[in-house]
């Protein structure tokens, strides 16, 4: 019964924990991204394209995914250090996934001439959206 109580304690002190793999827990900028900045990047075509594959409450954007989750909530899904691993380098959790890694430059395959050795967004641009989507609460 002490073992059953201290494991239900531990799942429960454990709920919502990013784990070291599962994270990039420190800012890439040593500082807090703009969530206004964010929210455009998101809702860019030309920038982020993030509604090309994800949908959420961008009711001025006609035309959203629905190949990705849901943005909703994603502040309450996933801790910072979670959306900031997502957004880096989404292949590091699923290496099977269809979404482009954001900040990583390395071991990609048919990049243009032009755009190898740059990450799509910069480390600042990658702060605001994750600052942006910690916003998205239930």
Not at 22 to 37: E, Q
Not at 50 to 57: D, F, T, V
Request: charged share 20%.
């Amino acid at each position: 019964m002490r073992f059953v109580l201290a494991a239900i304690v531990a799942v429960c002190c454990m709920a919502g924990a990013a784990r070291a793999d599962d994270a990039i827990v420190t800012s890439l900028t040593g500082a807090t991204g703009d969530p206004a900045r964010g929210r455009a990047i998101v809702a860019s075509r030309q920038v982020g394209l993030c509604l090309l594959c994800h949908s959420g409450p961008f009711p001025e954007e006609r035309f959203q995914g629905n190949l990705a989750p849901d943005l909703t909530g994603a502040g309450t899904r996933w801790s910072e250090g979670q959306l900031r691993l997502r957004i880096v380098d989404s292949g590091r959790v699923n290496p099977a996934t269809i979404m482009p890694a954001y900040h990583r430059t390395e071991g990609l395959a048919r990049v243009a001439p032009q755009y190898r050795g740059k990450p799509v967004l910069s480390a600042a641009q990658i702060e605001d959206v994750v600052a942006f989507l910690m916003t998205l609460r239930d």
